[in-house]
């Protein structure tokens, strides 16, 4: 297996540049404009909507950590590495279906579950990667322009969304066993993340209905920058993503590869 | 109990909801045989052969390789296997030996020796990204990884696609030493003259059903000549057209033109009966051979 997953993550060695540049840039911005924008940013949320806040999971913005958790850690850190680990475990399964490769390992002494589980690993791999540069250009940026970024907190925070993609990738294994377009798998995943993001979003803003964030998977996300990582949480995400991606893998054993 | 066959379907059928894939394929390839599978487009030959490697699951009907079920045992069946897809690709940024390392890990082949050497015989660029190869050089690169661990049963889905003249004619000497060594090869097809040179048996494939299965020459024999003589005068063709085995008759003045099956003998004779001026006696070719057993399940 591990043949597969090092040529899975050769074939992905762009995306540490394509994704961990950008978004390690994005976050470094982020940390480094802080200590211009501290005050004032103090007085403008003091105005919000104690609603919004509460939507956002905004509760002060006094600190380098709670800004980064605003600015990206709440959002889009979240969805833009899910959307990264989709892609990269649609590459292993339907990209490689489109490519012809899932063919040419399929005739090779190689089970489909055993593929399913490489692209899975390698997508777990490659999205730690990315988070690993995103963490380094952000205390760099930290460092540079001297917001005084707490590296256990700033790795507690990234961190936490690595069990968010693996969510992300263990659907992409699901929705693999039904289609092999990469279209259908990046667009069922993306949609269903936006709607748990949606649904956790509006059960924020009700009390009355906050029983539907249970059915997402950002409700147990938290704030890890500032609260730190709550292992039951972290852990039973991973723990939910790997029975999803079995129950693909067996389903996706039983399912048609189209030519 | 005779000895372990490559490939023995029983009654394989694949639907995709209502539409037909294949229906009641049965048919069986020999150690050793180069079995050639022959149909045109959208016939259910690629079907049969995904439904072979477990890409597909039947519908019904039961697939066995070297006595393997092709369901239950399809990782034991792909140790022993090589497969070119009709379209080969593996992916653009990856190149023939990267796809060749993977490969040889997942088969345990330790040495790339056979595949160097069949890359240097069919000139071709392992070294280069598969995006940027013509279809008949990522063909070629498909057919090395197809071969490099020298299987016992080789599934080839048209294989000669894009290769040019000279690379054909080294990919079926291929094929002639891969049957010399005891591999057998299952080789789908609608280059009816590859199949002719190659293989042992054909079977054809129509509308998803197994129309006829036979023996190349048996094939030939059935279609018949097609003979073409000039005499010095004009001749009636009913005196042809009454010995047995002669078909298709057509008159053009001096000339006849028809189509004669089995024994030739009668026919030589009374053509010698009257003064010839030129004849011809063409083989059919397996195209024409084809295309009469199409006819007739159309029938």
Sequence with gaps: ?259 | MGPVKAIETSGLSKRYGGARGIEDVTLSVEAGEVFGFLGPNGAGKTTTIRTLLDLLHPSAGSAAIFGLDSRRDSVAIRARIGNLPGDFGYGKRTSGREALAVLAKLRGVDGHERAEELARRFRADLGRPLGELSRGNRQKVGLILAVFHRPELLILDEPTSGLDPLMQEEFLALVGEERERGCAVFLSSHELDEVERVCDRVGIIRDGRLIAVERVADLLGKTGRRVEVEFAGAVDPAELSAIAGVSAVEADGKRLRFRVAGDVDPVVKALAARPVVDLEFARPTLEEVFLTYYEEGGS
């Design chain 1, 1 to 259: 297996m591990s043949a597969l997953v090092v040529a899975q993550l050769r074939e992905r060695r762009r995306s540490l540049l394509s994704w961990g540049l950008p978004l390690g840039l994005w976050s470094a911005f982020v940390v480094a404009i802080f200590p211009s924008v501290e005050s004032a940013l103090s007085k403008a949320v003091a105005n919000y909507p104690s609603a919004l806040k509460e939507a956002f999971g905004i509760g002060q913005l006094n600190t380098v950590e709670q800004y980064l958790h605003a600015e990206m850690l709440s959002l889009i850190m979240p969805l833009a590495v899910a959307y990264l680990a989709v892609r990269a475990l649609a590459s292993a399964l339907s990209g490689a279906a489109e490519s012809g490769r899932l063919d040419v390992l399929l005739s090779a002494p190689v089970s489909r579950h055993r593929v399913v589980a490489a692209g899975f690993a390698a997508t777990a791999v490659e999205v730690a990667a990315v988070l690993a540069v995103t963490l380094a250009l952000t205390m760099l940026g930290s460092v540079l322009a001297g917001a005084g970024l707490g590296l256990g907190p700033a790795l507690a925070g990234i961190a936490n969304v690595w069990p968010l993609a693996l969510f992300a990738a263990a659907l992409g294994v699901a929705v693999s066993a039904f289609s092999l377009r990469t279209s259908v798998v990046t667009g069922s995943v993306a949609g269903a993340l936006v709607a748990m993001y949606v649904l956790d979003l509006v059960g924020r803003l009700d009390p009355g209905i906050s029983g539907v964030r249970y059915a997402s998977v950002f409700k147990y996300y938290g704030n890890a920058i500032e609260d730190g990582i709550d292992p039951l949480a972290f852990a039973g995400i991973v723990a939910v993503a790997v029975a999803v991606a079995a129950l693909g893998a067996w389903l996706f054993d039983r399912s048609d590869i189209a030519a």
